[in-house]
T-cell receptor, first 113, second 112 residues
């Protein structure tokens, strides 16, 4: 099992550009999450999904969109990147009936100039 | 608002010394509680979790944490620090199915 993987690992964007971050998990997990990590602020939930075809907003959803077309993939999109979106992005997943534990991907470091 | 507070953004101990990382949460309902560790340029790894069973929870790498409802605390301890314990540690609380809140993190430095 690869667990939770994220693509790409690093990316530099210019203000106004768009991009999509891909999260994939091979553990057949129902729930998937996107977080951003900023210095001194821990992780904050952007969007999450409780199953294929469903998404919901988290704590800081503005400026991001997500899609869960396949159970194993959860995409995070930035339509028009802003410098405030410079961050490290983590994806996580879990089974709905496996207690509360989340498994995290290795992260994507995004810089918006 | 529900929140998680980690006291001390940076803790430094000597190798072999006690490690104590503090975490307090705000809640009137017993939550699920976690400690995660993050090594440089890596994702978060689960150290241990509290799920309303025993109040003293043992995790990996010799860490443990005690849930104290009266103090709304879930402090992380390890009797003897090792150089490999140097990392950032995050306390997290989950109140319902998808509302997971993380503390700001505590960076642990271990001096030889």
């Amino acid at each position: 099992n690869a667990g939770v993987t994220q693509t790409p690992k690093f990316r530099v964007l210019k203000t106004g550009q768009s991009m999509t971050l891909l999260c994939a998990q091979d553990m057949n997990h129902e729930y998937m999450y996107w977080y951003r990590q900023d210095p001194g602020m821990g992780l904050r939930l952007i969007h999450y999904s409780v199953g294929e075809g469903t998404t919901a907003k988290g704590e800081v959803p503005d400026g991001y969109n997500v899609s869960r077309l396949k159970k194993q993939n959860f995409l995070l999109g930035l339509e028009s990147a802003a410098p405030s979106q410079t961050s490290v992005y983590f994806c996580a997943s879990r089974l709905h009936n496996d207690g509360p534990s989340q498994f995290f991907g290795p992260g994507t470091r995004l810089t918006v100039l | 608002a529900q929140s998680v507070t980690q006291l001390g953004s940076h803790v430094s101990v000597s190798e072999g010394a006690l490690v104590l990382l503090r975490c307090n949460y705000s809640s009137s309902v017993p939550p699920y509680l976690f400690w995660y560790v993050q090594y440089p340029n890596q994702g978060l790894q689960l150290l241990l979790k509290y799920t309303s069973a025993a109040t003293l929870v043992k995790g990996i790498n010799g860490f443990e944490a005690e849930f104290k409802k009266s103090e709304t605390s879930f402090h992380l301890t390890k009797p003897s620090a090792h150089m490999s314990d140097a990392a950032e540690y995050f306390c997290a609380v989950r109140y319902n199915n998808n509302d997971m809140r993380f503390g700001a993190g505590t960076r642990l430095t271990v001096k030889p």
